[in-house]
Structures are given as structure tokens and as C-alpha cells.
């Protein structure tokens, strides 16, 4: 449109005016996460909902979902500060009939990838499943000749900006200019979006229709910080000493990559201190890691832009630029704090965060040459779900088929560092699981299914220490797998390993492998954290100081939730617990627990005190 786009200040005008241009048959390609225009969406669904005859079919992937409890504690914990962690969001409609089995047959969903866990269980998401490499979706979506695309869009004065989601829109764009797609773009503004500069400003032309309602805005999806715990500062501490000066880097969201973010700057700023605490260590491997300042600095080129890149530009840390970039994304979600920097960082500094399409993020085709020579000693860090001993990596599906989340853009960025020279692909995870009150290996002899398979294995990370993989024979594989698993676990890895011949009949584990426990962990990893090297919270939190002390208690709560014999200790330990204990007093009174009325309560009372203190027993 050579005059701009249609400004349209009601939701309910738009939906209406997209169905009588595409004659009731409406193909709707939603923003993986952040960026969906759930106001405009949520009306298509309505009038779909209130017309059978108008078909809406639905591409997308992450459609954000705030937590539903699933126990009266975690009803208590999360009711009265559900907006102040998650934001005020707008509730996606098809995605709550889809949650409760309400989805009419005029309305199709199929997501590439998922919010992890959300959709395990629900047979109709799990059958619109659709596995894709981040890359390829682009493709997949084209070859479904989407007639509308909805998204959420930033507005600095008359300038446009794509903003949190150029990863496959900007290059749908330039498929409508070619004339080899034919959509209506849909707009809707969101004050709280700040305006990201580069590939993903628009052209006002470009936007078919705009909706700009103060009244239907909508807090952005905000995922909490979680706190790091002494398994990811360990992890974070093996993979800072992996990542060269002058380097590349790439890092997600959680704990994992708040870990490694935290690492690299301790790195960056207190060297000495960074070589004391990997001096203390107990486990083998820290004494040849890298742990000098970041004179040269680092360049980042992620799929995902996170809070921890950013605190990494700010400390200095990534300074290395490309182009006048010194970091490439393709899409960010993240914290309330995180858009707030994002909005409030001076448009000089904001100009060498460049939003771009994952066809160039998370892939060398097309200008390789500048590619290859910009990501040179690339680190990219990934997290996973199970390793097996030989190698392979799961990090979206169950042993049943379920899809916990999907691969995204995984895979991408492993076939990368296969592809780039002196580039590692970093899988980091913890060696151990609890749930139900069973702790379970990470590292397993054998799974169904694979989401990279083994013969892209090159580094593998736990807490207790680093497999270098690639190029290993399959018993030097097994081995190193072996010795940065769990030592509760090795001996069965160890008989599965022999009994498949992929071990001597008399091999062992190494000596300084055999005491991965928890305990050492705590005894290595503990006088730091108190001293606040490592801490619980390196980019801060949106949880009280009151919810900081309740979090690690409702953890031990949720490990032992489904074991009898384990509730039935902490109940029993709540009986002893000092109830007297002012920080243990101000825990209950924020569950609504310190005088409680019913025998369900009581129980709660003392299953939240026994756990409270069993979480001290943890230094």
C-alpha cells in the first residue's frame, strides 16, 4: 500500500475486515513467542468461534501460556503475584481451547515448537506437532501460502519496527516483494516493545493494517529468573573456560545460560577470582581452561536474545563487532527487566544489537565467506534434556514420543560448529534428575529418540565436568560420558557399556571421576556463592526476598511430590521444625499458611515447614 497501512483503533474491525478479504478462508502465521498480535488473534478466533463457516487455520510456534497450579501450595505461591511475574498478558484464546479440549473443527493450530512442557498429554497439540529446524520452517510455512501474518509491533514516532521477532517475518517480507507470497501483514502496537533498529524497521508500505488500541494493550510475556543453583554455576564455570578471547558466542534462556553469562563476566572483571574458585575445584579438568579477561572481546551471533548477552555488551565482555554489530539475533523473550534495558538503552548503544532473520543467524548460506570469517572460534551453547553414553543428544521429546518443547534451532547452530573451523558445539546439562521423589540419571546407556544424533557429538557438559567428544572412538566416548555422570550411576552406565562391548570387561572408572556427588559440589561451589562470586540471582529477580526463601523449600516440595515415604519425612520433619524461625514465620504468612483453618492445611503447614528446613540442610 504506497499510503501505508489502514489504522484501525478496535480488534473486532480488524478480524472483520481480514475475513472478507480472504472470503472466510483465513490462513493465520502467528511470531514464534513474543511477537504474536494476540489482540487480533483472539478476535479471528472469536469470529470463528461464533461462524462455523469461517476457517481459521493457525502456523506458529511457543505460544506463551502462563502456569496453571497444580497443588494448593503452588495455587498459594503463584495467585497473588501471577501478573507481577508473568506481566498482565493477554491470554491467547485458541490456545486455552486448545488447553481444555474446546477447539472447534473450523479451527486448526500446528506449532513447530512448543513452551516446554505445556502440551505434554494434550492429544490434539501433540498431533498438530510439526518437527522443523528453525531454518527450515520458513519453508514449511510458505508451502502453506499463508494469506495473513498478525504481529505485535514497535512504533518509535511514524518509524515501525518488527522489534522481538524478525526470525522468519523479515524473510516472509521479502517473499511478498519477489511476489512469491501474497499476505496481509497486520500490525498492532505495543507501547512496552522497544524499538529495535535494522532489518526488522518497516516500511510503513509494508503494513497492510494497523491496530492501535490503548484500551486492548497488554503487559509483554515476562519469564521469571530462575535462581542459579550450584549444579548450573558449575556448568556456567566449565563452559567460561572453554570460550577464547576474540571469539563467538551463542547462549540461551534459564539458569544454564544465566550461569555461563555470570561466569564470563566474573572471568572478565575479577580473573584472580575466577582462577580461585577453579583452583578449589575437586573435579578434574578446570587447570588448562581459559581464564583471562576479554581484551579482543567476543561477537555474538544468537538465535535467541537473552538477558545474559546483554549484561555480557554491558560488562564489556562482547565487544567484538561485525558490520557496526557486536551482536546478531533473531527473536528475544525474556524478563520485564530485560525489555526495560532493551527500551531505555541509549539508540547508539541499541544500534549494535541487530535483529535479523535466523536465515542468517542460525546458518552460512548466502554470503558465507563474511559469515565464516565473523563467527571464527565460535562456542555455541546449548541445552539438553538426556545425553546418552554414546553421544547423543535429546532435548525436546520424551522415550514416548511426547514433545516436551522441539528442537528449534538446535540442531542449526550444532551443524555450525561442525561447519566452521575451530568452532564447538557446547550441550550442557545436569547429571541428575528428581521427580516424585526418585532421583534418575541424565546420562543414560540408550533412548528412542534423538534430536541430535551421535555422530554430531562434540562437547558434552555436566556439573562435574567436560566430554570432549568429537573424533573419539565410541570407548573413549563411553568413558568420558561416564565420568562427568552422577557417581550413583556410573556403575550401571559401566555394566550397560561392557555388556554391549563398547567397554574392556576390565575397565573402570577413573579415580578422580568416582566421587561425582552432590555433596562435593555443595563443599566445592558453597563459600563462593555465600561470598556472592556466584550469585543465586546474577541479573536480579522479579520474586520477593520473602518468594527467595520460599523458592528452594517449594523445590524440595516438588521433588518429593508423588513419593509417600519422601512426603511423609517432610511431614514428619515439619513437626520439628522451629516454628519459632522469623524467616520460616514470614514463608507461611506469604502462603496464607500461619494459622490454618482446615486439616488440609495443616498438612500443607507442615509439608512447606519440613521443607523449609530440609532446604537448609543445602549450604
Not at 168 to 197: H, S, W, Y
Not at 280 to 299: H, M, Q
Not at 607 to 612: D, S
Request: net charge neutral; with cysteine.
Amino acid at each position: 500500500m504506497a499510503d501505508g497501512p489502514i489504522l484501525l483503533n478496535k480488534a473486532a474491525a480488524v478480524a472483520k475486515w481480514i475475513v472478507e478479504r480472504n472470503g472466510g478462508d483465513v490462513r493465520l502465521a502467528l511470531p514464534l513467542g513474543l511477537g504474536k498480535a494476540n489482540t487480533i488473534a483472539n478476535a479471528l478466533t472469536d469470529l470463528a468461534l461464533a461462524d462455523s463457516s469461517i476457517n481459521l487455520q493457525i502456523f506458529t510456534a511457543l505460544t506463551l501460556r502462563k502456569p496453571s497450579p497444580t497443588s494448593d501450595i503452588q495455587a498459594r505461591f503463584l495467585d497473588s503475584a501471577m501478573d507481577r511475574l508473568f506481566g498482565a498478558y493477554t491470554p491467547l484464546k485458541y490456545a486455552v481451547r486448545l488447553g481444555n479440549g474446546t477447539l472447534p473443527e473450523n479451527i486448526e493450530v500446528q506449532e513447530f515448537f512448543f513452551q516446554a512442557g505445556n502440551w505434554l498429554g494434550n492429544a490434539e497439540a501433540q498431533q498438530g506437532y510439526i518437527a522443523a529446524n528453525y531454518t527450515h520452517a520458513l519453508h514449511f510455512l510458505m508451502a502453506r501460502r499463508p494469506n495473513v501474518i498478525a504481529q505485535l509491533l514497535a512504533r518509535d514516532g511514524d518509524r515501525l519496527s518488527l522489534s522481538c521477532n524478525t526470525d522468519i517475518t523479515v524473510d516472509l517480507l521479502r517473499a511478498r516483494a519477489k511476489r512469491e507470497q501474497d499476505f496481509i501483514l497486520a500490525g498492532e502496537i505495543n507501547p512496552q516493545l522497544p524499538f529495535m533498529p535494522g532489518s526488522g524497521e518497516l516500511a510503513r508500505a509494508e503494513v497492510d493494517c494497523l491496530l492501535d488500541d490503548p484500551a486492548s494493550q497488554f503487559d509483554l510475556f515476562s519469564v521469571p529468573k530462575r535462581p542459579v543453583m550450584p549444579p548450573d554455576h558449575a556448568i556456567g564455570l566449565h563452559v567460561a573456560g572453554l570460550v577464547p578471547d576474540g571469539g563467538t558466542l551463542q547462549i540461551g534462556i534459564g539458569s544454564v545460560g544465566d550461569a555461563v553469562a555470570s561466569s564470563l563476566i566474573l572471568r572478565h572483571r575479577r580473573p584472580q577470582d575466577m582462577r580461585a574458585i577453579m583452583a578449589a575445584s575437586p573435579f578434574p579438568g578446570l587447570d588448562s581452561a581459559e581464564t583471562g579477561r576479554f581484551e579482543v572481546g567476543l561477537y555474538s551471533v544468537t538465535e535467541m536474545l537473552v538477558q545474559g548477552i546483554v549484561e555480557l555488551l554491558k560488562a564489556g565482555v562482547i565487544h567484538r563487532e561485525v558490520d557496526g554489530a557486536a551482536i546478531h539475533a533473531g527473536f528475544f523473550l525474556d524478563c520485564h527487566d530485560f525489555y526495560r534495558s532493551l527500551r531505555e538503552m541509549p539508540e547508539k548503544e541499541r544500534a549494535r544489537i541487530q535483529m535479523m532473520p535466523v536465515s542468517f543467524t542460525n546458518q552460512l548460506y548466502g554470503d558465507e565467506f563474511t559469515k565464516r570469517a565473523a563467527r571464527r572460534s565460535a562456542r555455541f551453547v546449548n541445552v539438553a534434556m538426556k545425553a546418552t553414553a554414546l553421544g547423543g543428544v535429546i532435548s525436546d521429546v520424551t522415550d514416548s514420543g511426547q514433545i516436551v518443547s522441539g528442537v528449534g534451532g538446535q540442531f542449526n547452530f550444532i551443524d555450525q560448529a561442525f561447519a566452521l573451523r575451530d568452532a564447538r558445539a557446547i550441550i550442557t546439562l545436569p547429571a541428575t534428575r528428581e521427580s516424585k521423589g526418585k532421583v534418575t540419571s541424565n546420562i543414560v546407556w540408550d533412548h528412542p529418540h534423538e534430536t541430535i544424533p551421535r555422530h554430531y557429538r562434540d562437547v558434552i557438559v555436566t556439573e562435574y565436568g567436560i566430554a570432549d567428544l568429537r573424533g573419539r572412538s565410541d570407548a573413549e566416548c563411553v568413558m568420558a560420558m561416564i565420568s562427568i555422570a552422577d557417581s550413583r550411576f556410573q556403575p550401571e552406565l559401566m555394566d550397560r557399556a561392557k555388556g554391549a562391548g563398547k567397554l574392556p570387561k576390565d575397565a573402570q572408572v577413573p579415580s578422580q571421576h568416582r566421587a561425582n556427588i552432590p555433596q562435593q559440589l555443595q563443599t566445592w561451589l558453597s563459600p563462593f556463592m555465600k561470598d556472592g562470586s556466584l550469585p543465586v540471582f546474577p541479573f536480579g529477580t522479579d520474586f520477593t526476598e520473602i518468594e527467595q526463601l520460599l523458592l528452594p523449600a517449594l523445590s524440595v516440595l516438588k521433588a518429593a511430590t508423588g513419593s509417600r515415604p519422601k512426603m511423609a519425612k517432610l511431614l514428619w520433619r515439619g513437626f520439628s521444625a522451629r516454628g519459632s524461625d522469623p524467616e520460616l514465620r514470614d514463608c507461611l504468612k506469604r502462603l496464607a499458611l500461619e494459622h490454618p483453618r482446615s486439616l488440609e492445611e495443616w498438612l500443607s503447614r507442615l509439608a512447606v515447614m519440613g521443607a523449609f528446613e530440609a532446604s537448609a540442610d543445602d549450604p
